[in-house]
């Protein structure tokens, strides 16, 4: 599916939203699953295409090394949703994030802690080489 920069931040401001919702009905302190179901009933009644713990295949010199790592959330086959409920984002969550983009060729990602007293605060949104070569509009 071809976007645009335009069309991928919408699709992020949306997808911002809906944790925004989730966030302020549950609160921080919950289980990293019980955000991840809630998000996808948000998303999915608002009309998004929502995978949920996709496989990530690992490629190695061309090879499927037969070994696979679970993303959260896949919306509309573009942009990765990384959910968190942790005291603090570390740089190791930045790089999962960024490596799962990497692998399945998606242009952008967020990663969201829901352990946060403001989700637009906590939040990361990434791109990657691929968002940076799509058109403006």
């Not at 989730?22 to 019980?34: A, D, N, W, Y």
């Not at 996709?54 to 990765?80: C, F, Q």
């Not at 999962?96 to 007293?117: D, E, R």
Request: glycine letters at 4%; a neutral charge.
């Amino acid at each position: 599916m071809i976007a645009t920069k335009k069309q991928l931040t919408q699709l992020s401001y949306e997808i911002t939203a809906s944790a925004i919702k989730v966030h302020k009905e549950l609160g921080p302190g919950l289980l990293e699953s019980i955000y991840e179901t809630c998000m996808v009933y948000e998303l999915k009644r608002s009309g998004f295409k929502v995978m949920q713990q996709k496989e990530v295949p690992v490629l190695y010199d061309g090879i499927d090394m037969n070994m696979h790592l679970r993303l959260d959330l896949l919306v509309n086959d573009l942009v990765i949703v990384e959910i968190k409920a942790v005291d603090q984002i570390h740089p190791v969550h930045e790089a999962q994030l960024l490596t799962y983009m990497k692998l399945l060729q998606k242009p952008q990602g967020l990663l969201i802690n829901f352990f946060t007293t403001n989700i637009t605060k906590s939040m990361k949104p990434m791109v990657n080489e691929l968002f940076r070569a799509l058109p403006d509009e």
